[in-house]
């Protein structure tokens, strides 16, 4: 079984400060592991992905995750949010399919 | 296409109403998911395709949900007897053969009168 839980349903931070969104994965087998990102009334965009290369993965807009297998877990970080940044990211692992978190919602102050 | 495309991209039904959802993935994709995106909540799986064949229907919530992709291109997801609880925002995501990360369609947004 595999499954994954955002530990933060919401982040808020000024602009121009880093973000940290968290999340932590159980899989059975060696886990492909995604970050999307979804604004409002918009679809689902793929930010990074991760499959067992490196374990530092850049993604667009500035984003990059982190694969630690000894904590399970993959956050996703930016050094200096932009207001574009608000909005809705969720973390996936997969094997076949996809299993989404519940969600962080992002929140950039001016 | 350019994208994977869903229709309609709003669909109010009475309760009761049978709906079809559309989509149209990436030609040439093998693979294809629908999942189910309730309110303020992450998208939940539904069903998997590879080309024709239905290989997971696990998280169709009831004998109501059904769906297909009978020439392995476009797929259907058809709702019987519609309930407030099937509003929801329904998802489709298509990949090529082997690849990681799937292409997201916009969605279609259920509402049940």
């Known amino acids: 079984a595999q499954s994954v839980t955002q530990l933060d349903s919401h982040v808020s931070v000024s602009e121009g400060t880093p973000v940290l969104l968290r999340c932590n994965y159980s899989s059975s087998y060696s886990p492909s592991l995604f970050w999307y990102v979804q604004h409002p009334n918009k679809g689902l965009q793929l930010l990074l992905k991760?499959?067992?290369?490196?374990?530092l993965v850049k993604g667009i807009n500035g984003f990059e995750a982190e694969f630690k297998k000894s904590e399970t877990s993959f956050h996703l970080t930016k050094p200096s949010a932009h207001m574009s940044d608000a909005a809705e990211y969720f973390c996936?692992?997969?094997?076949?399919?996809?299993?989404f978190g519940a969600g962080t919602r992002l929140t950039v102050k001016p | 296409g350019a994208g994977v495309s869903q229709s309609p991209r709003y669909k109010v039904a009475k309760r009761g109403q049978d709906v079809a959802l559309r989509c149209d993935p990436i030609s040439g994709h093998v693979s294809l998911f629908w999942y189910q995106q309730a309110l303020g909540q992450g998208p939940e799986f539904l069903t998997y395709f590879q080309n024709e064949a239905q290989l997971d229907k696990s998280g169709l919530p009831s004998d109501r949900f059904f769906a297909e992709r009978p020439e392995g291109s476009v797929s259907t997801l058809k709702i019987q007897r519609t309930q407030q609880e099937d509003s929801a925002v329904y998802l489709c995501?298509?990949?090529?053969?082997?690849?990681?990360?799937?292409?997201f369609g916009s969605g279609t947004r259920l509402t049940v009168v």
């Open positions: 991760y499959t067992s290369a490196a374990t």
């Open positions: 995501a298509s990949s090529p053969q082997g690849e990681y990360g799937y292409t």
């Open positions: 996936v692992v997969s094997y076949y399919d996809m299993r």
